[in-house]
């Protein structure tokens, strides 16, 4: 089983469309990461969270953390062609180990 | 400082060759992390260096694998003799403690 889900796996839209992705698990979390990938390249950090109910933009970007800490969204407003790319969120692991743990994935296709 | 270098950016091999990855992370990071990813998934963890020391590896990484960091800046992970399941991007990041990550453009390995 996966720790965390992501939906929807793909998402084809309109260039001006919104959208929302969602990043679920059945664990708590002190924090939740963000990353957009574009073909070829690595992660990019987009933003961490780390509040219950937490909100942050970033330009057409809304990110929020669930109240239990437990699922986070993304929210795009008025998508664009650059918006294209897979988003991931992902989680840092208990204890002493810092590494994080990704989700499986939201591939979006933004089209003109 | 130009962000986390990764070489080469492609690999070809036949099954049954050794390989070797390197990765240059930012200067000023102490930790590193490697990471495998295939198509459409998020990428997989497969180990973690603070400093020189090798702190976590997963399960994914059989005793076909091996990393080092040996004066705690640059890393290299070989695989050797190399199996078609080999095939996949390859990615290192770097981190301070509790920062996000930056990734490096990955080594995307093709084994024929």
């Known amino acids: 089983t996966q720790l965390l889900e992501q939906s929807p796996q793909f998402l084809s839209i309109q260039e001006g469309e919104n959208l929302t992705v969602y990043c679920n698990s059945s664990s708590v979390f002190s924090s939740l990461q963000w990353y957009r990938q574009e073909p070829g390249e690595g992660p990019v950090l987009l933003v961490t969270v780390v509040t219950g109910g937490e909100v942050k933009k970033l330009k057409r970007l809304t990110f929020q953390f669930g109240d239990a800490r437990k699922d986070s969204s993304l929210h795009i407003t008025a998508a664009q062609p650059g918006d294209t790319g897979l988003y991931l969120c992902?989680?840092?692991?208990?204890?002493?180990?810092?590494?994080?743990?990704f989700g499986t994935g939201t591939r979006l296709q933004v089209m003109l | 400082d130009t962000g986390v270098s990764q070489d080469p950016r492609h690999k070809i091999t036949k099954r049954g060759q050794n390989v070797t990855f390197r990765c240059d992370p930012i200067s000023e990071h102490n930790r590193l992390y490697w990471y495998r990813q295939t198509l459409g998934q998020g990428p997989e963890f497969l180990t973690y260096f603070q400093n020189e020391a090798q702190l976590e590896k997963s399960r994914l990484l059989s005793d076909r694998f091996s990393a080092e960091r040996p004066k705690g800046s640059f890393s290299t992970l070989e695989i050797q003799r190399t199996e078609q399941g080999d095939s996949a991007m390859y990615l290192c990041a770097s981190s301070l403690p509790n920062y996000g990550y930056t990734f490096g453009s990955g080594t995307r390995l093709t084994v024929v």
């Open positions: 992902a989680v840092r692991g208990d204890g002493t180990a810092s590494k994080l743990t």
